[in-house]
C-alpha cells in the first residue's frame, strides 16, 4: 500500500468511476451524468496545472482504490487555508485507516505550503466521513440548513438541464472560496 501524486493520465478515469459514490452519497437526489463527469473531468486536468492544487491516490497491489483531492484557498475569512474538496476510499478497504492517512498527506501539504488551517466541507447524511473528520481533528464552524417547502424539493435537479449560466459551477467538493492564485 502506498500513496503517491495523483497522474493524470493513468489516473483520470478511475478517479472519475469513484465520483459516483462520492456525490450520490453525499448529495442525495443527485445523479452524476456523462456531462457532470466531463464537467469533472476538466476541473481535474485545471487542478493537474495548477500550484495551488494538488492529489494523490492511494495505491495497492497496483490498483488505484482512493484519493484525495487538496486545494489552498482564500476563503471569507481565511486568507489562506488548504481545503479538502474530495476523499474517497473504495469500499472494501474502509474502516483500515486509509482516509486518515489520504486526509494526513494533503494536511502535510498543507503545512509545508503555510497554510494555518484545513478545512472542508460535509454532508451530514455522511456519517463515516463525519466521523473521520472530527477523529482527524477537525469541528464545525458553520451549518447549512435546509427546509423542505413543496414536494418537488430534495428530489434533486437535472444537472444535464440545468442553467449554469446563471450560478458558479461548483461539483468539485462545493468550494467555499476562491482558488490562490499559483505560490
Ligand atoms: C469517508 C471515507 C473516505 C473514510 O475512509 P476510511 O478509509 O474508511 O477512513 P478510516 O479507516 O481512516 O477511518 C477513520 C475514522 O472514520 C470513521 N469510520 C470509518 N469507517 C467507518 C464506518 N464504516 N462507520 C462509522 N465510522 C467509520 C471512524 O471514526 C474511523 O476512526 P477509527 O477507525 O479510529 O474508529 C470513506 O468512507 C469513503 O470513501 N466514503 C465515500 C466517499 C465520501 O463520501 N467521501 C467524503 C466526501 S468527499
Known sequence: ?????????????????????????????FKVTQK?????????????????????VLEIAGQVRGFV???????????????????YVAPELRGQGHGRRLLETA???FRTEGAPKATLDASMCNQ????????????GERLRMEKSLNEQFGRGIDYDRRDTT????R???????SERPGR
Open 128 to 139: 463515516q466521513a463525519l466521523s473521520l473528520y472530527i477523529k482527524a481533528g477537525y469541528h
Open 1 to 29: 500500500m502506498h500513496i503517491r501524486q495523483f497522474d493524470l493520465r493513468r489516473d483520470l478515469q478511475i478517479v472519475l468511476q469513484f465520483q459516483h459514490e462520492i456525490y450520490e452519497r453525499n448529495f442525495p437526489g
Open 166 to 169: 446563471q450560478r458558479e459551477s
Open 36 to 56: 457532470f463527469l466531463n464537467d469533472f473531468a476538466r476541473q481535474l486536468r485545471a487542478a493537474d496545472r495548477s500550484p495551488a492544487e494538488r492529489l494523490w
Open 107 to 109: 494536511e502535510e501539504w
Open 69 to 87: 483531492w487538496g486545494a489552498l484557498i482564500t476563503s471569507m475569512v481565511d486568507e489562506f487555508v488548504g481545503y479538502i474538496k474530495n476523499i
Open 171 to 177: 461539483p468539485a467538493g462545493q468550494n467555499p472560496g
